[in-house]
């Protein structure tokens, strides 16, 4: 009985091939003339055109019938494909299969006659065994052999091929273009031909009552494109919470009107038969019902504003002024034509409804942690209204069941921000910065969310960075980027519990979380769920939530939501503690300057830089003792912008290149590696050899990089740099000898380790030899001198077997290292990045030792003249 299963799947497969395994007689030989297979195995050099045998999903061979289609051939029906947020329009094929019930579907099948598909794996099986017994399938495995549930096809068969389900299929065909066909020249002996160039693919999406399978076919260039959607016939539905295999079973279908009012929205049909649109209801419509608690409320308030005077205050806060809307017209606003499963309209998808120029906003949001077993995966929304019931089909038509009213939609965000009296400085800073233009933009992919500060939350800003901001700068836009998103944000989409985050037009985070507030904090407390607020960053609370606009929704917000990327870099300098660059810059009366500068990238020394440099210690001298003479001082202002460079540019974007600054005069910027293994990657920037520490603080339009050096424009090259310094005068007696001083006047790009004066003197007996002997000081000096920009910061710790190395203009190669200090070969760097305007000058403690250039050795055996090198560690 252990082999009992085996026995069984032996059985299973010798039944199966005894009624239709393939006759391997009819292959025929691919490399006879022809070279086809019939069973559908494509050779791939054969000018037959058979279709490759795919494992595809099974599709419904047919017969249609002539008359059905105009201008088409007979069996072929050619129809488009369903676009991204485009309702299907071409003619769909609705086809019942063998289980459907025609009673039933209101699909109204076209004409055909329905044929099992040989490619149907479930057909096919029970044609075999059917065939063989002569009996039903239920027979065989249930009556016939009870307990041999293995054999049960009904037990673990998918809801879309069992009963009550309808089918609709798409097709479109493309000819192939004469550039993919491509012939192929084979070698050999018995044929050339083209090749067979197939591809097929397909993809299937499976939802509570619908299966969708798209395959497509490239055969030699001739594209076949098939979408065929399974689904519960009308009437038919899978039960919502059965298990995952459960099949389309009956359910009751009544009158829309009165599947409205069975979802508890009777007030809602009561005001449509008030209207006289009981017509509405006679054809194919979506409708989107209202709760009554909430159509009374509603309606209450509509009764107050209409006999009620205004109040102010609470005027200036409405979306739109709903005492010239007629009830006919609420009604029609919550109306659309044809039928929207929720499932089958994508998120931010615009329905129009009955009311013209009006539509209703769809927008989808993933569940919480707490809601993994609700009905549906995911929540929906109607103009930010939650939709609680969704998909109760009728006899006609769908309904979709809202939480509150959903009031017609006919401005701008822009446009609702006019017309409040509480955003009269947020108005000013949009029209100044351009983004209003953003804000009044139109069409079906317009979509924004904005946190709109009121009046009260720009007053809690510093007067100067109000100022600065009603000026319209480069920071005003940051600030105002900081609000707004690219999406529709509903406060549906934050969570109880947890905490939800998106990001804004800044790819900056934006954080929300549902707090408990104070009953002191809140003027009306009639409900309870005013205790509960939404915080941004936990800084704003939103204190209206979905004010809904053609083009997105505004959330109206407390507190400004501060971001660096939208501060003055004088507010980013102090945050840093940048204060003695600060200062400088205050001292100067460049701050208003500095403060509008845009598209810069501002590389600034830390307070210790200014402390351990001869230059940065004169400026804080400057700002101890003469204060006053830093006002307009020209030698300052050169200072200070020669650390600014344009353009804005991240660490992520810097390259070995010169960057130039706010005086004229260049920065050059240079990448290093520190990984021992991966030499390719450069993970350290200098800047005139000083090294970047923090880097990449956003401010106003700009960027911040803190730099642990003074910069200072070099104005010499180096040969001249090493004339001006009496302690390098024997090294450049040395480069005159050898003929070299135009070479350092003329490079580009150059290190040059220098021996001070005292190195010479130590080995002067040495020294006095190599000037008599003049290719002798050229080989000496030229291994002192490296085409390339080292600088110290880029010189890391090196030990075998991960030893770097640099080359010099004579081809030496130095070993590069670093203990207690920089070494280059045998030799320690004292003084580190003297720069000049083509290179940099490293100050060295002793002469570099290198070997004397053997001359190429002819080809042939090798020579034994000299003895072998070894290296011993």
């Known amino acids: 009985m252990k082999n009992f299963p085996s026995i069984k799947l032996v059985f299973l497969l010798s039944i199966l091939c005894s009624s239709r395994c393939f006759d391997f007689q009819n292959f ?36 249609s019938n002539p008359q059905d289609s105009i201008g088409q051939q007979p069996g072929s029906p050619v ?107 084979v070698d050999g002996s018995n044929f050339h031909s083209f090749g067979v160039v197939n591809l097929n693919f397909e ?154 120029n009006t539509n209703i906003r769809i927008n989808i949001f993933p569940r919480g942690p707490s809601e993994r077993n609700a009905e549906h995966p995911y929540r929906y929304t109607a103009n930010c209204a939650p939709l609680v019931k969704l998909n109760r089909e009728a006899e006609k038509g769908i309904v979709h069941v809202a939480d509150r009213v959903l009031l017609p939609v006919r401005n701008s965000i822009m446009q609702i921000i006019r017309a409040r009296d509480d955003m009269t400085v947020l108005r000013t800073i949009l029209e100044g910065t351009g983004l209003d233009k953003t804000l ?25 960075i109000r100022r600065k901001l009603k000026a319209g700068n480069g920071c005003a836009t940051n600030i105002l980027k900081n609000h707004i998103l690219d999406i529709t944000f509903c406060s549906l989409a934050a969570l109880n519990g947890v905490k939800t985050s998106t990001y804004n037009l800044l790819s900056e985070k934006l954080e929300f979380e549902r707090v408990s507030i104070g009953k002191s904090e809140v003027e009306d407390m009639s409900a309870e769920k005013k205790l509960q607020r939404i915080k941004i960053n936990g800084i704003a609370t939103i204190q209206e939530t979905d004010l809904m606009g053609t083009n997105g929704v505004i959330h109206v917000i407390d507190t400004v939501l501060s971001t660096n990327s939208g501060m003055p870099v004088s507010n980013t300098l102090s945050s840093r503690n940048l204060t003695i660059f600060k200062q400088l810059i205050d001292d100067a009366g460049l701050e208003d ?9 501002f590389f600034i020394p830390s307070d210790k830089a200014f402390e351990q440099s001869e230059l940065g210690q004169y400026w804080i ?17 050169e200072f200070l912008k020669y650390h600014v460079g344009e353009p804005l540019t991240k660490t992520s974007d810097l390259q070995e290149n010169m960057i130039k600054t706010a005086t004229g005069e260049e920065l050059r910027v240079n990448l290093y590696t520190t990984n021992p293994v991966f030499s390719n990657i450069l993970n350290r920037a200098t800047v005139n050899c000083a090294r970047l520490m923090h880097f990449d603080d956003e401010a106003c339009g700009s960027v911040v990089h803190e730099i642990d050096k003074v910069l200072e424009a070099p104005k010499s090259n180096v ?13 450049v007696t040395l480069i005159h000898k050898g003929n070299l001083t135009g070479l350092l006047s003329t490079i580009n790009e150059t290190t040059i380790f220098v021996p001070k004066n005292d190195v010479f003197l130590e080995v002067k007996e040495w020294y006095d030899g190599i000037l008599h002997n003049d290719e002798e000081a050229d080989n000496v000096i030229r291994s002192h001198i490296v085409p390339s920009v080292i600088c110290c910061a880029g010189i890391v710790q090196s030990d075998w077997p991960f030893i770097r190395t640099t080359e010099t203009i004579n081809q030496q190669r130095l070993k590069l290292n670093r203990n207690r200090r ?30 004397k250039r053997r001359p190429v050795e002819p080809q042939g055996f090798p020579s034994f003249t000299r003895p072998l090198t070894f290296w011993f560690k």
């Not at 239920?138 to 307990?147: C, K, L």
């Not at 204060?627 to 300052?636: I, Q, Y």
Request: hydrophobic content about 30%; proline content about 6%; aromatic content about 10%.
């Open 203 to 356: 993809s299937c999406a499976e939802k509570q009552n619908k299966h969708v399978c798209t395959s497509f076919k490239n055969h030699n260039g001739r594209k076949r494109t098939v979408k065929v959607t399974r689904q519960c016939c009308h009437g038919y539905a899978r039960p919502r919470n059965g298990p995952s295999n459960a099949h389309c079973e009956k359910f009751d279908l009544y009158p829309i009107a009165e599947t409205i009012e069975r979802l508890g929205a009777k007030e809602f049909i009561t005001t449509l038969k008030k209207g006289g649109l009981e017509s509405l209801l006679n054809g194919d419509v979506t409708v989107f019902a209202v709760l009554d608690g909430a159509y009374t409320k509603f309606a209450e308030q509509m009764w107050e504003n209409n006999l009620v005077a205004f109040d102010v205050a609470g005027r200036t806060r409405r979306q739109v002024d709903i005492s010239g809307m007629t009830a006919r017209d609420l009604i029609l606003a919550h109306a659309v034509n044809g039928s929207y499963h929720i499932e089958d309209v994508s998120n931010e998808q615009l329905l129009k409804t009955e009311l013209p």
């Open 593 to 601: 300057e500095f403060d509008s500068m845009s598209n810069k990238t």
């Open 822 to 851: 920089p070494q280059v070969q045998n030799a320690g760097v004292t003084k580190c990045d003297i720069v000049a305007k083509n290179g940099i000058i490293h100050e060295i403690n002793d002469v570099i030792s290198t070997e």
């Open 79 to 185: 129809v488009g494909l369903e676009r991204d947020r485009e309702p299907l329009e071409p003619d769909v094929e609705v086809l019942p299969t063998k289980y459907g019930n025609p009673e039933e579907n209101k699909r109204h099948p076209v004409g055909g006659t329905y044929k099992p598909s040989a490619s149907d794996p479930s057909t096919l099986f029970q044609h075999h065994f059917n065939t063989l017994f002569n009996a039903p399938e239920s027979n065989f495995f249930s009556g016939a052999f009870p307990g041999f549930g293995f054999f049960d096809l009904n037990v673990n068969k998918p809801w879309w091929k069992g009963e009550n389900v309808c089918v609709e299929r798409e097709e479109q065909e493309e000819e192939p273009d004469g550039d993919d066909n491509h012939e192929i020249a």
């Open 440 to 464: 009044e933009e139109a069409g079906d992919d317009k979509h924004y969310t904005f946190f709109a500060p009121n009046d009260d939350a720009f007053l809690k800003l510093d007067t100067d």
């Open 719 to 731: 040969y001249d740099a090493l004339k001006a310094n009496p302690d390098y005068s024997m090294f």
């Open 28 to 63: 025929g030989d691919p490399f006879s003339e022809g070279g086809g297979s019939d069973i559908g195995l494509v050779w791939p050099f054969s000018n037959e055109h058979h279709e490759p045998f795919s494992r595809e999903t099974p599709e419904l061979e047919y017969e």
């Open 621 to 637: 001298q400057q700002l101890k003792e003469y204060p006053g003479s830093l006002r307009d001082n020209a030698r300052l202002k």
